[in-house]
T-cell receptor, first 113, second 117 residues
Framework: AQSVTQLGSHVSVSEGALVLLRCNYS??????LFWYVQYPNQGLQLLLK??????LVKGINGFEAEFKKSETSFHLTKPSAHMSDAAEYFC???????????FGTGTSLTVIP | GAGVSQSPSNKVTEKGKDVELRCDPI?????LYWYRQSLGQGLEFLIY????????KSGLPSDRFSAERTGGSVSTLTIQRTQQEDSAVYLC???????????????FGDGTRLSIL
């Protein structure tokens, strides 16, 4: 079975500061990993995905994530936070032989001006 | 449009009434998922449809919940005899999912905000 743990349900950063949102996964087979963003009153939008190619994945809006197998992690980062980055972020995992995505409980990002 | 469409966007109903929520997935997507998102919570998986296979209903919280997908496209989630705890955002997603396509992401609609009075 697969699972995802997002450490920190709420993260606050100052505008211009580094954003780091943590995601650890559990999977007995090679995983596919995803980060989604959810703005208020909207559905989830895909930020980026890891599908066994390059371990450093670049996504939209300046976000990137690095797959670290030894640490079973897929943390999301952005060098400089913008006010528009304030949203809920979800990490998700799936596997080649599976039919489901497993989502973390989400991290709410607040950007302080 | 080309995205996942859900209707209605908002629904307010009285306790005990039945409600139907509709999802129109992206054309060509064989997989369709329903999730429930309660205030401040993550996504709770409800049900999954893949092509013509029997749906995975393992996430439905009670027998008051049911869903169908007609013609492999539009899906309807039905909640019978609604209770106040059913109040939540119901999200639908579709993807090119299944064996050999598990690396395809899900595409979400904007959800239906259900409020039970």
């Amino acid at each position: 079975a697969q699972s995802v743990t997002q450490l920190g349900s709420h993260v606050s950063v100052s505008e211009g500061a580094l954003v780091l949102l943590r995601c650890n996964y559990s999977s007995s087979v090679p995983p596919y990993l995803f980060w989604y963003v959810q703005y208020p009153n909207q559905g989830l939008q895909l930020l980026l995905k890891y599908t066994s190619a390059a371990t450093l994945v670049k996504g939209i809006n300046g976000f990137e994530a690095e797959f670290k197998k030894s640490e079973t992690s897929f943390h999301l980062t952005k060098p400089s936070a913008h006010m528009s980055d304030a949203a809920e972020y979800f990490c998700a995992v799936s596997v080649e032989t599976g039919n489901q995505f497993y989502f973390g409980t989400g991290t709410s990002l607040t950007v302080i001006p | 449009g080309a995205g996942v469409s859900q209707s209605p966007s908002n629904k307010v109903t009285e306790k005990g009434k039945d409600v139907e929520l509709r999802c129109d997935p992206i054309s060509g997507h064989t997989a369709l998922y329903w999730y429930r998102q309660s205030l401040g919570q993550g996504l709770e998986f409800l049900i999954y449809f893949q092509g013509n296979s029997a749906p995975d209903k393992s996430g439905l919280p009670s027998d008051r919940f049911s869903a169908e997908r007609t013609g492999g496209s539009v899906s309807t989630l039905t909640i019978q005899r609604t209770q106040q705890e059913d109040s939540a955002v119901y999200l639908c997603a579709s993807s090119l999912m299944g064996l050999g396509h598990s690396n395809q992401p899900q595409h979400f609609g904007d959800g239906t905000r259900l409020s039970i009075l």
